[in-house]
């Protein structure tokens, strides 16, 4: 595997930039806020959280989760925004229905995410993960609440990014080829974002794994090696934070997205084993990493 090229970490004492998390914890540590603030450190951006529920789960799944009170969460990002300010946001679990009510709402007052359809320029960048499950399949997220990520927080995303069983919650389609993820990418658009990410990477079958992108007129591919592996928890949380902090750093969506497939791969190929169950994604591959000397973006072509 080739040496990635990373953003330069900041110097001492020198502020660095800021990404936000809205998101749930871990108990387990390998997914959620967890990986999130993983991949933020490492990748040299400072993190700040607003957490939306606690889990109780280890490396064989959940068993519980408790929601925080939507006026908290929304409190939380007012909080961070005014004071600390970020480049980016991204999202995870989210819970239930009122909370993503009261993340849509405070978002688009602070001015997280796109202002119309096809436009963001002035806005902070908004990925927004749709979690609907763990990779266990136990659910994440209250059965009337998907409709309320897809109608309130998809319009202001600035790119989307679910998982194949989470595209087959929300189109109906059932990715299965090239021709599906296709499919399922423009079904994704007309629902509102300015970008989708079709991943690929649990179309096992393939000996590459293949991330769609999609705007509403071009696609574009993003092809690595695929990393054969059981330990994978927290890979969409990695992937996910990882293209938030190369749009906090000023990156394109296409640079974003090749930036965050190439550190997911990495760090898929230093999972480790955990528990009894599935270890998790490993971000930490970073610090084997000579000190990078600048970051340089590999867009693919359409």
Same mark, same amino acid.
């Given at each position: 595997m080739t040496t990635m090229k990373l953003f330069p970490l900041p110097e001492p004492g020198a502020t660095p930039v800021r990404v936000l998390t809205i998101a749930g914890s871990d108990s387990g540590g390998g997914a959620g806020i967890q990986a999130d603030l993983r991949t933020f450190a490492l990748t040299g951006v400072h993190a700040t959280v607003a957490v939306t529920a606690v889990t109780v789960q280890?490396?064989?799944?959940v068993s519980g989760f408790h929601p925080i009170p939507p006026e908290t969460v929304a409190a939380q990002i007012r909080s961070v925004v005014a004071d600390i300010g970020i480049g980016a946001a991204k999202t995870g679990m989210l819970a239930s229905r009122e909370i993503i009510e009261a993340v849509a709402d405070?978002?688009?007052?602070?001015?997280?995410?796109?202002?119309?359809?096809?436009?963001?320029?002035?806005?902070?960048?908004?990925l927004v993960d749709p979690v609907a499950a763990s990779m266990h399949g136990d659910p994440l997220l209250a059965p009337a609440a998907l409709g309320a990520i897809i109608t309130r927080l998809f319009p202001l995303a600035t790119i989307v990014t679910p998982n194949l069983d989470e595209v087959r919650l929300i189109t109906g389609i059932d990715v299965v080829d090239d021709r599906s993820q296709r499919d399922a990418?423009?079904?994704?658009?007309?629902?509102?974002?300015a970008w989708t990410l079709v991943k690929g990477g649990h179309l096992r079958e393939s000996e590459a794994s293949i991330d769609l992108l999609y705007d509403g007129a071009e696609f574009l591919e993003f092809e690595t090696q695929r990393i054969d592996t059981p330990h994978d928890h927290g890979g969409g949380d990695t992937l996910g934070a990882a293209?938030?902090? !190369?749009? /906090? %750093? &000023?990156?394109?969506?296409?640079? !974003?997205? /090749? %930036? &965050?497939?190439?550190?997911?791969?990495?760090?898929?190929?230093a999972a480790y084993p955990l528990g009894g169950g599935h270890g998790p994604v490993n971000a930490m591959w970073r610090l084997r990493e000579n000190p990078p000397e600048a970051v340089e973006h590999a867009v693919p072509q359409p």
């Amino acid at each position: 595997m080739t040496t990635m090229k990373l953003f330069p970490l900041p110097e001492p004492g020198a502020t660095p930039v800021r990404v936000l998390t809205i998101a749930g914890s871990d108990s387990g540590g390998g997914a959620g806020i967890q990986a999130d603030l993983r991949t933020f450190a490492l990748t040299g951006v400072h993190a700040t959280v607003a957490v939306t529920a606690v889990t109780v789960q280890n490396s064989l799944g959940v068993s519980g989760f408790h929601p925080i009170p939507p006026e908290t969460v929304a409190a939380q990002i007012r909080s961070v925004v005014a004071d600390i300010g970020i480049g980016a946001a991204k999202t995870g679990m989210l819970a239930s229905r009122e909370i993503i009510e009261a993340v849509a709402d405070v978002c688009g007052d602070l001015g997280i995410g796109r202002r119309a359809p096809g436009t963001h320029s002035g806005r902070i960048p908004f990925l927004v993960d749709p979690v609907a499950a763990s990779m266990h399949g136990d659910p994440l997220l209250a059965p009337a609440a998907l409709g309320a990520i897809i109608t309130r927080l998809f319009p202001l995303a600035t790119i989307v990014t679910p998982n194949l069983d989470e595209v087959r919650l929300i189109t109906g389609i059932d990715v299965v080829d090239d021709r599906s993820q296709r499919d399922a990418a423009r079904a994704l658009h007309a629902l509102g974002p300015a970008w989708t990410l079709v991943k690929g990477g649990h179309l096992r079958e393939s000996e590459a794994s293949i991330d769609l992108l999609y705007d509403g007129a071009e696609f574009l591919e993003f092809e690595t090696q695929r990393i054969d592996t059981p330990h994978d928890h927290g890979g969409g949380d990695t992937l996910g934070a990882a293209i938030t902090c !190369a749009l /906090a %750093y &000023g990156s394109t969506v296409p640079e !974003a997205v /090749a %930036y &965050g497939k190439q550190w997911v791969t990495r760090s898929l190929a230093a999972a480790y084993p955990l528990g009894g169950g599935h270890g998790p994604v490993n971000a930490m591959w970073r610090l084997r990493e000579n000190p990078p000397e600048a970051v340089e973006h590999a867009v693919p072509q359409p």
